[in-house]
């Protein structure tokens, strides 16, 4: 029995890919891994002389990797370099989205970059909104890997597609360990970020403390924003988005 969640219905419902014609800047490299015999997906690297350690970053639906070329710069400046990754289907990558390849392909990309030389010795893992699947799925797969922060992150993939009309009315319990991250986030045991909006009505704030009660990490915190929802975070006042990842990442890295 095919399983709901590699439906044509509910990844058309759960991805929304654009294309991206945009050039590399003089300043990034582009990587192209092949994570299947038909597709390849696309990375772009933001290296930093000063970097202590590489900020993997799974970005949110609907963005793509040169959205994140001007605030690369910002996320330099907290001793990282950024690498940010695409969905396939997504800007430059080839091949159509799905929950099960986004989960499969993280594991790809961190191989290949750890193989070829492109990741420091330490590496935290970040996603955003529905990146945070394949950020906790590294984080499980990977243990060797130093932390990691998710932002506007969901707990359940379900209510997504469900309130774009999709009706699910059950899942297997295998599928609910693999695609629920309030349930795979129990085998997390590295320090964790938890970040949200308190004015998010896409993902509310309540998935984020699911998420963050039910983390596997010993060291592990919750930052709910003030004044800011789903897609802007980095706006929060007195700058208190960057200011929650330079803590964390101090009591990580220092």
Sequence with gaps: MTSIFDSVEFNRNLFFPRADSSACPETA???F???DQECKVHVRRHPSGKAKFSLLFFHGNGEIVSD???LAKYFNALGCELIVCDFRGYGKSTGIPSLRNA???ASALYRYLKKNGKLQSQVCVMGRSLGSAPAIELCVQ?????????ESGYADPIPLVERRGLQI??????ENKLFNNSEKIRMVKCPILVMH???DFLIIPQEAVLNHQNAGSKHKVLDILSGVGHNDMMVAHDNAYFKSLI????SVFS
């Design 103 to 105: 989960l499969k392909d």
């Design 247 to 250: 803590n964390f990442f101090k």
């Design 68 to 70: 994140y070329d001007e």
């Design 29 to 31: 490299e582009d990587v």
């Design 169 to 174: 009315n059950e899942i297997t319990p295998q």
């Design 33 to 35: 891994v092949k994570v």
């Design 197 to 199: 909006g308190e004015d």
């Design 142 to 150: 990977f243990p060797e890997i130093s932390c990691c922060v998710l």
